[in-house]
């Protein structure tokens, strides 16, 4: 059986029991931090399972997949994974491997920010789409994340911008960096999406202490220089009342 | 301190060691079942924490939340919640009340059907809006929910579909009552988005062993007969290849 077991939203005390139940029974075990920041690593997550625990990185899983198959043919295997398992469309593809090898597969569960965005008090049914913003390449400055904004303004819904990770090379991207790129992509397409005067939610570390979650102007984000990663951006659509009350009562 | 720690999905089980360590610390524990289903009860709770468990209904959640919150004054008061605790919109108001009366408030994250969905193998960046499927009632049958996905099929997203809870009653809508109603309502408005042939993904208790998840036309499902509960739709928008080939594989 392959188990792909979530660690959920921060560090290894965010995964569920049932996680560490599913854990402690594989024979196998392996973790990978290339879809996601978590602050946690393979040698604290072995002491609190009680069993060794390797590190993957995404040229593991790619070139040794069906090495790893085979072992969970004949044996538990658990592949751990930040956040809710699947959400990371890498894992879709290892699920895929293993159906055609005739490998059982099963998902343990785990805290996302995809739910986790409600205690922002935006209401979650109000969400378009969600996006990622691109870390800008030297040919390559991609804009559907403005896009995607754009088209959920237009229906009065809000849009959870999630920025990018690229963990192979330690690259996350901040606020400031994000809120930089989305006003350098309004100077192209000018459809007054986001504006020094935009009002935006910044969360930064969601499900630890160290939380932050701010709703202030563009301008006022980009002077508080909020570099903790990882990080989302919320632009809102159309505020409820209710909504906009939250929101200046608890990050204003 | 009041705490709003989550439940997760499915069973106890499902809580975080997170939430677990601090519903161990807190003074006096609640636990409500009225905004998501949970396969399990305040006792098995309380067995696992090792403190008393009390169960609130909506209506103490409403009447005494002045008396709940005087307790968070000067003890750690948790509340437990199915799923993830901010997603019901209920826990949101509570939240209001305590910062106007000065209780300081965390939030203890768990999954939730809002990510576990991408299990389904449909990217979850492709889901457009969530809406839920209301119950009719004598002199009103709700419609928004079809509107809802309408506006998502327009742009090629997919749609979640939550069914409709009412615990208070013990009714959790099934996904034959689901389908029906949807065809109802396709009837009055005619714009294609449901009819006999169409191939949508049906779930029910996901995270737990008795999950069941299907992708079949709604003719299909409906001669199943599905009526395990609580149950979710997924009407696709504009499929990739790649979700397709996963919805064949692993759920027709």
Do not use: W
Request: net charge neutral; charged share 30%.
């Amino acid at each position: 059986m392959l188990y792909l077991i979530s660690l959920g939203l921060f560090d290894e005390k965010d995964m569920s029991l049932r996680a560490l139940e599913t854990a402690k029974k594989c024979d196998s075990l392996y973790v990978e931090f290339f879809t996601t920041k978590m602050f946690t690593d393979a040698q604290r997550i072995s002491i609190l399972v009680g069993k060794p625990v390797r590190e993957i990185m995404r040229s593991d899983l790619e070139d040794r997949m069906e090495k790893l198959l085979r072992e969970a043919r004949t044996k538990d295997v658990g592949i751990m994974v930040g956040g809710d398992a699947l959400v990371a469309t890498t894992h879709v593809a290892l699920l895929i491997e293993a159906k055609k090898l005739g490998v059982e597969t099963r998902i343990i569960h785990g805290s996302s920010i995809y739910s986790a965005i409600a205690k922002t008090g935006l209401q979650i049914y109000k969400f378009g789409r969600t996006t990622t913003l691109a870390l800008p390449q030297k040919n390559y400055y991609p804009t559907s994340c403005y896009d995607a904004i754009a088209h959920n303004a237009k229906a009065g819904l809000h849009t959870l911008v999630l920025l990018d990770v690229r963990s192979h090379a330690n690259e996350y991207m901040s606020v400031r960096e994000g809120l930089e790129i989305l006003l350098d992509i309004e100077k192209e397409k000018k459809q007054g999406i986001i504006k020094p005067d935009t009002m935006v939610v910044a969360a930064c570390v969601i499900g630890s202490e160290d939380e932050v979650i701010r709703y202030a102007s563009v301008k006022k984000l980009l002077e508080e220089k909020i570099e903790k990663t990882p990080a989302i951006l919320i632009i809102p659509g159309e505020l409820h009342f209710l909504e906009e009350d939250f929101l200046k009562l608890f990050f204003k």
